[in-house]
Nanobody, 115 residues
Framework: QVQLVESGGGLVQAGGSLRLSCVGS????????MDWYRQAPGKQREMVAG???????NYADSVKGRFTISRDNFQNTVYLQMNSLKPEDTAAYYC?????????WGQGTQVTVSS
C-alpha cells in the first residue's frame, strides 16, 4: 500500500532550523503534486508549502522567505527546509500527496519551537 513517512521533526530554539523529509513508498513522488501541511493544537490544518509536478512552488504567507520545499527524485523524497523558526511554527507537520484522484497523508512529525 502507499505510504508517506515523515521525519526530521524535533525541538529547536527560536531562530533555529530543521529539515523535514517525506519518503514515498509504492508511489512516485516526482509525478504528483506534493504539499506540506501543519496543524497546531486547537487549530485547523493549514497548507504550508506546495510543489507541483513541474517544480513550481507556493507558500503560505506566514512562512515565505523562511521555508523552502524541494524534492529529490532519485531518493523519492520531498523536503521542507525550515529556517528562522518561530514559536508560532510549533505544530505537527504532515506530508500530503495529491494524485488528482486520490489523496495520501503521512503520519506527521512534531515540530516544537521554544522561545
Amino acid at each position: 500500500q502507499v505510504q508517506l513517512v515523515e521525519s526530521g521533526g524535533g525541538l529547536v530554539q527560536a531562530g533555529g532550523s530543521l529539515r523535514l523529509s517525506c519518503v514515498g513508498s509504492r508511489i512516485t513522488l516526482s509525478r504528483i503534486a506534493m504539499d506540506w501541511y501543519r496543524q497546531a493544537p486547537g487549530k485547523q490544518r493549514e497548507m504550508v508549502a506546495g510543489i507541483s509536478r513541474g517544480g513550481g512552488t507556493n507558500y503560505a504567507d506566514s512562512v515565505k522567505g523562511r521555508f523552502t520545499i524541494s524534492r529529490d527524485n532519485f531518493q523519492n523524497t520531498v523536503y521542507l527546509q525550515m529556517n528562522s523558526l518561530k514559536p508560532e511554527d510549533t505544530a505537527a507537520y504532515y506530508c500530503h500527496a495529491n494524485t488528482g484522484l486520490l489523496h495520501y497523508w503521512g503520519q506527521g512529525t512534531q515540530v516544537t519551537v521554544s522561545s
